[in-house]
């Protein structure tokens, strides 16, 4: 079992800024592919970023590409989603995930995210 905690959401204005942190525990953190997703209301939960192993590679949504960084501290057991340049349309509860396979490679799939926190809100108010 992997056990996920996010924190970092709030309320922010058009062009700001907000950095998540989702604190893993559990098994070995760097086994894990790591996902960042978000669920605005009445919409599907989507895919937002990814990051490998140990970071080596990572993948973007077109709508967050450019603006949003992923990137993990496998020492600390966290990874974390910096964005930048925020927009209303962004306004989601966002959540990390775990990919559900060891050593993966990065996948975009919400199925193959085995463990999900329990989200932080991002409100962007224009």
């Known amino acids: 079992q992997v056990q996920l905690v996010e924190s970092g959401g709030g309320l922010v204005q058009t062009g700001g800024s907000l950095r998540l942190a989702c604190a893993a525990s559990?098994?070995?953190?760097?086994?894990?592919?790591m996902g960042w997703f978000r669920q605005a209301p009445g919409k599907e939960r989507e895919f937002v970023a990814a990051?490998?192993?140990?970071?080596?590679?990572?993948h973007y949504s077109d709508s967050v590409k450019g603006r949003f960084t992923i990137s993990r501290d496998n020492a600390k057991n966290t990874v974390y989603l910096q964005m930048n340049s925020l927009k209303p349309e962004d306004t989601a509860v966002y959540y990390c995930a775990a990919d559900g396979a060891l050593r993966a490679a990065i996948r975009v799939g919400i199925s193959f995210y085995e463990y999900w926190g329990q989200g932080t809100q991002v409100t962007c108010s224009s």
């Open positions: 559990g098994r070995t953190f760097s086994n894990y592919a």
């Open positions: 990051i490998t192993r140990y970071g080596r590679s990572t």
